[in-house]
């Protein structure tokens, strides 16, 4: 069964950084594009970064220079270093493996995960 449990959201004030981590169980992300994802309640499911097999990276015009994506692949895991962060970053993020990019993000999703939110206060 593929597991992807995302940990690291929490509440911080803006200028603020944190990292959120991606654990994958039953699931192998060689082959597959991996990244994250971000949504608010008014607001559709947008890209934010990605990661390929190759290490190869793509971000989001709003996050570049302030998020770094990277991956440990013998812990299977996927990280989300967040710089800088602003009231706009607020929102629900989810990590995602899919098998190709739209817009920063991972798309032609195969698996995605519950979530952890991040709050950024201003």
């Known amino acids: 069964q593929v597991q992807l449990v995302e940990s690291g959201g929490g509440v911080v004030q803006a200028g603020g950084s944190l990292r959120l981590s991606c654990a994958a169980a039953g699931f192998s992300s060689r082959g597959y594009v991996m990244g994250w994802l971000r949504q608010t309640p008014d607001k559709e499911r947008t890209g934010v970064a990605a990661?390929?097999?190759?290490?190869?990276?793509r971000y989001a015009d709003s996050v570049k220079g302030r998020f770094t994506i990277s991956q440990d692949n013998a812990k299977n895991t996927l990280y989300l270093q967040m710089d800088n962060l602003k009231p706009e970053d607020t929102a629900m993020y989810y990590c995602?493996?899919?098998?190709?990019?739209?817009?920063?993000?991972?798309?032609?999703?195969?698996?995605w995960g519950q979530g952890t939110l991040v709050t950024v206060s201003s």
């Open positions: 995602a493996a899919g098998r190709g990019v739209v817009g920063g993000g991972p798309a032609d999703l195969d698996a």
């Open positions: 990661i390929d097999t190759y290490g190869g990276t």
